[in-house]
């Protein structure tokens, strides 16, 4: 039996849709009830049940799991880089993952659990993925803060020589329908051009990198879990990785990438970033990926270009859900 906790969400759903593709059915499809935007990217999945996250926390406490569990995914966490409310956040992001990874430990039972580039702050030390190095990381807000600070504990509790934590780029892909202003810019950039054959990018405010040169590590969700499931096949690799290219590109490519996926010529307009995030934009980010790929994993990574064409033309025109066959 396999756990995955935000089932409903962005990258949970794919992963289940790649066990799926797996022929693995006998899933615990964790996540909060409720949601129609969400329910949908489990519409064309295949698990034997559904629980609230709530309820799974209870039931793990109180040991009311009966049945042998061999691993979680653990993706379930508030995901919004623009969410203040720290108590909320230490609850959802740092106490609940606590909970389960020492639940986990100690009944033997491998865990992966989402962590985020997000840790890695302003990258002015780097995006390096060693443990050593965490508590140096400077977040630039609250959720990558609580990203940072599981991070840590588990680090300083030794357990990350038992567990796997995912350093998650910029992801995008199939099933961030319901995300709202945390969905990738490919899918904004599709609507724009959709409704008016535009798109606006924020200029640039640091005179390194010229309006729209701004760099990002962006990453196809069919990648994210091809890797993510690298641990899931072997057990024994642990610590934190980073999911990613390990190859930064602009804005610009991006946006050029979505026009050409689309058959319509670029447009693209430059606008003022809001004050609220100018001190705490990224300009640039990579994933060294270094590490996972001295441990073994060896799959090409999609282009930018192709990921975008596949995203576009085989789920955005008609908005499309993963499935699981």
Partial sequence: MIVVTGAAGFIGSAIIAQL???????????????????SKNLQNLSFQEFITKDQFLTDVIDQKITTKIDAVFHM????????????????NNFQYSKHLALWAIDNGIRFIYASSAATYGDGSLGFKDDESQLHLLKPLNPYGQSKQDFDIWAR?????DKIAGLKYFNVFGPNEYHKADMRS???????????????????SYNTKYQDGQQLRDFIYIKDAVDMTLFFADNPSIN??????????????????????????????????????IKDQYQYFTQADITKIENAGYSKKIRSLENAIKDYVQNYLKTRAYLAGD
């Fill in 239 to 276: 610590g934190i990785f980073n999911i990613g290219t390990a190859n930064a590109r602009t804005w610009n490519d991006l946006v050029n990438a979505v026009f050409g996926a689309m058959n319509i010529m670029p447009n693209i307009e430059y606008i003022g970033m809001p004050d609220a």
């Fill in 185 to 203: 810019f490919v899918l904004k950039a599709f609507e724009q051009i959709t409704d008016t054959e535009k798109v606006r990018l924020f200029k």
């Fill in 76 to 91: 379930g966490a508030c995901s919004s880089t623009t969410e203040t409310d720290i108590a909320y956040l230490t609850k």
């Fill in 156 to 160: 300083d509790n030794q357990h990350l």
């Fill in 20 to 38: 799926n593709k797996r022929n693995i059915k006998d899933i615990i499809a964790v996540d909060q009830q409720g949601e129609d935007a969400k």
